[in-house]
């Protein structure tokens, strides 16, 4: 993928409303370890990373009122997201997103955005971990 | 993961209307490579796998009446769902829906099922690659 700013898919997000209630499917029944549980407290989210070997699992839920918990309430549980792995996401977001305004966040060693467009009514983030 | 049944994320699907109209984001603007592009006229669908560097892309269209087509009348476009892959699916079934009637479709040298249970609405599905 020589032309291409993608050089994996980081992770899927499942947006729960609760994630202590749906933690055990993922772990106990599918048997997936846990990686990090986050607060980003900027976003209003808590974040539960899971290992699925190749990819991971994001398992998000709001924790204050923000985009998070508007779309929960409007769409409830599902599959949020999908978020891509660049090498520059200030040269993938001008390439991706040519002219238009983005916010880059940082969470530990993670630069990441949400892409303005939504190619078929998906999410996409992007991610770079800080060399 | 000794104990779990999952080896990996095989893909994640993407639900559209159209393949012709929807494709060239993920191949000109994102720069995936196609993989594959299959009709499978059991299921009513066309595939079409992106490659995503450690996982794929799948992008999916109703060429006929059935469960996807009502989907995407009754949701829209969007994520539709995850693949996990596995190193024995009836095993896995068996795990992972015990006593549930489950189908297992061939499609080439892929066995794939979907799992009965929805956790937080998400749609499941598992696949071996044949040996």
Same mark, same amino acid.
């Given at each position: 993928m020589s032309e291409s700013p993608i050089t994996g898919l980081n992770h899927v997000a499942v947006l729960v409303r609760d994630i202590d209630a749906s933690l055990s499917y993922?772990?106990? $029944? /599918? &048997? /997936?370890?846990?990686?990090?549980?986050e607060r980003l407290d900027a976003v209003g989210v808590r974040l539960v990373f899971l290992d699925a070997g190749n990819a991971k699992l994001q398992v998000v839920a709001p924790i204050a009122d923000g985009p998070?918990?508007?779309? /929960? $309430?409007?769409?409830? *549980?599902? /599959?949020?997201?999908?978020?891509?792995?660049?090498?520059? @996401? *200030?040269g993938a977001v001008q390439e991706? =997103?040519?002219?238009? *305004?983005?916010? @880059?966040? $940082? =969470? &530990?060693?993670r630069l990441s955005c949400f892409l303005p467009d939504r190619p078929n009514s998906i999410l996409v983030e992007l991610l770079q971990y800080e060399k």
């Open positions: 993922y772990t106990d $029944r /599918l &048997g /997936l370890k846990v990686l990090s549980d998070i918990a508007d779309h /929960l $309430r409007d769409h409830g *549980e599902g /599959l949020h997201h999908i978020c891509l792995e660049v090498d520059d @996401i *200030e991706l =997103a040519p002219g238009q *305004e983005v916010a @880059i966040n $940082r =969470a &530990g060693d």
